[in-house]
């Protein structure tokens, strides 16, 4: 067993390392991370994962409901860190991780992989209360800052994949007239979720987004208010139609990005061009692509956060067309269903920590993308209403009598509803990319009976 | 030496009130409010309101001393007038509630009735505080200056109660309300009495009533830590009931002047019985300490040592409850009063005045020295480990960012703490509605040729568990202060 496979076992039973072996394991990992762009490529097929924030023991889950490391590829969207009480066991677990398996591994950066943010968030505590000293906090920010800004995931398939998953119970799908048995054809379907235990808890067909069919479009998660399933309609009104009639199976590729959209992004390769090596600066792209959000509004807006900034559907089906981006993935934001999908499913945020903060009561939630080539020569039915007829998509057909407000449902009880940010030109739509299938799995909170009480108590210098 | 009460105005006398402002802009703007007499004041209500805790050793040698439990005096009628009414008061916010439901519809987190509830309190707080407060405190010296003793009174009162804007509370808010309370004590609300006895009215008869309260609004509407540090402060909302709690289960004193620097009464609880539930149980009945730990046993889920590990290493304390007393009020200084994320929105008027207290010269505070244990005289050379990141990237500017700046200036104030435990932290609201119209069409354009926010966009953003950036100037839309 070399060594990085030790440490690897230490980390998994949540032990620590010795630091000159932290300090080894950052210095390997830097020289593997300083060559990856700062868009990093990968290929489906891959498991995106949202914020981690320290909750080791729900890291354990997210890799026991997602599947093991080799086996399953995965995407980590930054925020390792912070927060949670065993942010060092979570970082170094998935460092180690990573330069044992750089093809099977990639992780990008998240506002809190900053030296100032984990003075201010725990991340530093802990390295100290943990360590002693400050100098494997050190070892950390110093590849914090290698980490890439996002990446580009190609080659994602926009069927799903069949699975040997049973339904749940509580199984609800999103056609009526189906049997409740697992679907053999997975042509119409784009989203499925999965609990913890590989039972189906929900499907939603492409058509029952059709603006024509649907007015009550997911807001993403699996339940509505009232924690139920949710029946009808997915994740937007019509992000279904067809790129222009292409018989192509490739979903366009997927942007991953911890926090969102700058205002002095508009390429992708505008972010290649940013010098990443460096702390988040306060402001500019680097410092948005990290802290943004992506809210109910016009264009953009200030963030209440302090850093980054809002922006809105408009934004982010711009961005998408131009860079011939079918999704944006991105994490940074709890919510309390595991994911969620916004403005017509071209922007989705994971969230991976559950029951963040031991308090928060959320599920959490990873995606997997499937593998375009897996799906070679399956024949997808093409009479599907609104798919077939390669109707302008996003945005709901300004139809008689219907408004576009009668068919977003988006606002989060918020009071401002209006999402969607207004109808935008036709043509816009012409060439955009079929969202790919999407898998989410949710999960819940580790169980807490195993986990040892520390023996000694720090004594903390104001009661010394 | 130094003052033991806080000293009550003369009612005689000519008083000039002044609208509370924002006074708190950077690093420097700290240290000086550490050297002002707001602070001064402040230090030492929470001295006097502390001290009237600890118990009281008997007359006779022989009896035991006297405690003071939650619970014991609980009663409107229990109390003195101005009590009755100040817990009147809050009966009626909590009553409130019932006027604005939780909105049952998806949310992320933190529920928008929330912010309906606190437009209630706002479109009824002068009233409100005409009906329940003493004329005494209304009328004050009251002239034709351009504010009254009500201006000030209700900028605390409205600051108490969290932030609507991004639904969230936090220790800003609890200092707040304990500067609310210390406008009254200035006014004479609280008549003379023996030592001690108006303190407890209000510690018992108003605070802990206040903490209910807010942890109802918590519960109700889902309030998010604001800036939460996750495990990794002391408690996710509060600071004051581990003051007053550990105080409670101090050694009985005769006198203010005599606090031991160690021991606890007798038969009380272990500190270790924090992380024993049925110890909790049955301790939160009658003690602040434990009545804010039993709301983390509420509203978390998972180990004690692994979900609050500050308070878990606290609990390992072994010279007893006036040693975590001593402690909390250190890091209270420290983690509290002295971060620029929590205190920047404190509002100066005329009762907690943005003036150099002739008092506080540097190196010692002058109000806590005599029940404020000795400062420690270093940093054991931590901190310039400590402030890594402020030291790196502020170089030699002072930057208006939080961490850094903020707690650089703990030493300066006399009381030095070697550890970094974040207190849970959160900017003080300004006393208008956040969303009202100036504050959100004032939304400062970005700088450069970047985009200028929409109109009233953040409003609509419920708070959600979510990273501020520390050098922002935390109030929501506000935020890109430069």
């Known amino acids: ?464 | 030496m130094s003052r033991r009460t806080l000293a009550r105005l003369d009612p005689a006398a000519a008083h000039a009130f002044a609208p509370p402002v924002k006074r708190i802009h950077d690093g420097d703007d700290v240290s000086f409010f550490l050297g002002s007499t707001a602070y001064a004041d402040i230090m030492t209500f929470i001295f006097q309101l502390n001290a009237a805790m600890f118990p009281q050793k008997s007359a006779d040698p022989g009896a035991p001393a006297q405690v003071w439990r939650l619970g014991d005096q609980d009663r409107d009628d229990d109390f003195g007038p101005s009590v009755a009414g100040l817990r009147g008061l809050l009966a009626e916010l909590e009553a409130f509630i019932a006027e604005a439901p939780p909105d049952p519809g998806p949310r992320r987190f933190g529920n928008v009735s929330f912010r309906a509830w606190y437009e209630l309190v706002i479109s009824r707080a002068a009233s409100l505080l005409d009906k329940y407060l003493p004329a005494r405190a209304l009328s004050f010296g009251k002239d034709e200056s351009t504010a009254s003793s009500k201006t000030e009174l209700q900028a605390y009162f409205l600051g108490s109660f969290g932030s609507a804007q991004r639904l969230d509370y936090g220790t800003g808010h609890e200092l707040s309300f304990l500067a609310f309370l210390g406008c009254l004590w200035k006014f004479g609300v609280f008549p003379e009495d023996d030592p001690g006895v108006q303190e407890r009215a209000i510690v018992l008869g108003v605070f802990e009533p206040y903490l209910r309260l807010v942890r109802k609004l918590i519960l109700t509407y889902t309030l998010e830590p604001a800036g939460s540090h996750g495990v990794w402060g002391l408690d996710d909302h509060f600071f004051l009931p581990y003051i007053f709690g550990s105080a409670q289960l101090s050694p009985a004193i005769s006198s203010a002047e005599e606090i031991p620097p160690e021991g606890s009464v007798a038969n009380a609880p272990k500190p270790a019985d924090v992380a024993k539930a049925s110890a909790v149980e049955r301790e939160r009945k009658s003690n602040m300490y434990f009545s804010a730990i039993g709301f983390i046993y509420d509203v978390k889920k998972g180990p004690f040592w692994e979900h609050s590990p500050i308070l878990f290493d606290i609990s390992g304390v072994k010279a007893g409850w006036a040693k975590i007393n001593k402690g909390m009020l250190k890091m209270y200084n420290a983690e509290v009063l002295s971060k620029f994320p929590v205190v920047q929105h404190f509002p100066f008027g005329s009762l907690f005045a943005w003036e150099k207290d002739p008092a506080a010269m540097p190196p010692a505070a002058s109000a806590h020295t005599t029940s404020q244990p000795q400062a420690r005289q270093n940093v054991d050379g931590q901190s310039a480990a400590r402030h890594p990141a402020g030291a790196q990237m502020q170089g030699g500017t002072r930057a208006p960012w939080a961490p850094g700046g903020a707690a650089d200036h703990t030493a300066w104030a006399g009381a030095t703490p070697t550890s970094r435990v974040p207190a849970q932290s959160t900017a003080l609201l300004p006393t208008r509605a956040p969303w009202a119209a100036g504050n959100s069409t004032a939304l400062p354009t970005a700088p450069g040729s970047r985009p200028q926010g929409p109109r009233g966009t953040a409003a609509g953003q419920p708070g959600v568990p979510q990273t501020r950036a520390p050098w922002a100037a935390g109030s929501g839309a506000g935020g890109q202060h430069s």
């Open chain 1, 1 to 464: 067993m070399s060594d990085l496979d030790k440490a690897i076992a230490l980390l998994r039973a949540c032990r620590l390392i010795p630091e000159n072996q932290v300090r080894e394991l950052c210095y390997k990992a830097r020289e593997l991370l300083i060559e990856e762009g700062n868009v990093v490529g990968v290929d489906a097929p891959v498991t995106i994962c949202g914020d981690i924030h320290g909750q080791f023991h729900d890291l354990m889950e997210l890799f026991r409901v997602g599947g093991d490391v080799p086996d399953t590829n995965y995407l980590f969207m930054g925020d390792f860190v912070d927060r949670g009480f065993y942010s060092l066991e979570s970082f170094l677990l998935l460092l180690c991780l990573k330069v044992r398996y750089p093809d099977r591994i990639t992780l990008i950066r998240g506002n809190h992989e900053s030296r100032q943010i984990t003075t201010v968030y725990g991340f530093y505590d802990e390295c100290l209360r943990k360590y002693g000293s400050a100098n494997v906090w050190r070892y950390c920010c110093e590849v914090f800052d290698y980490l890439a800004l996002g990446a580009l995931v190609s080659g994602a398939a926009t069927n799903l994949e069949p699975t040997s998953a049973t339904l749940a119970d509580t199984f609800v799908d999103t056609d009526d007239s189906q049997s409740s048995t697992p679907a053999t054809d997975y042509a119409d379907i784009d989203i499925e979720v999965l609990n913890a235990n590989n039972e189906i808890l929900s499907r939603y067909r492409r058509r029952d987004r059709d603006p024509l069919m649907s007015s009550s479009p997911v807001r993403g998660g699996m339940s509505g208010s009232n924690g139920a399933p949710r029946a009808a309609g997915a994740a937007g009104t019509g992000a279904t139609a067809d790129s222009g009639g292409s018989a192509s199976n490739d979903g366009g590729a997927v942007l991953c990005v911890h926090g969102g959209l700058s205002p002095l992004i508009d390429t992708i390769d505008k972010i290649r061009l940013l010098d990443r090596k460096q702390e988040v600066p306060h402001e500019g792209a680097m410092c948005d692509l990290l802290w943004s959000d992506p809210d109910e509004i016009d264009g953009w807006g200030l963030s209440p956060r302090g850093a980054g900034f809002l922006f809105g559907a408009d934004i982010v089906k711009c961005f998408n067309h131009r860079n011939d981006l079918s999704l944006i993935a991105r994490a940074h934001q709890l919510v309390m269903e595991g994911f969620k999908e916004m403005f017509d499913a071209t922007i989705v945020t994971v969230w991976s920590a559950p029951n963040y903060c031991y308090r928060c009561g959320n599920v959490a939630a990873i995606l997997e993308l499937a593998e375009d080539g897996s799906n070679a020569g399956f024949a997808r039915s093409n009479g599907d209403a609104g798919r077939s007829r390669g109707l302008p998509m996003p945005m709901p057909m300004p139809m008689p009598g219907i408004g576009p407000g009668g068919l977003q449902g988006q606002g989060q009880g918020q009071g401002q509803g209006q999402g969607g940010g207004g109808l935008i030109p036709r043509q816009m739509d012409i060439g955009h990319r079929m969202a790919p299938g999407r898998r989410y799995r949710v999960f819940e909170a580790a169980p807490q009976d195993s986990r040892g009480m520390p023996a000694k108590k720090p004594v903390a210098d104001y009661f010394l």
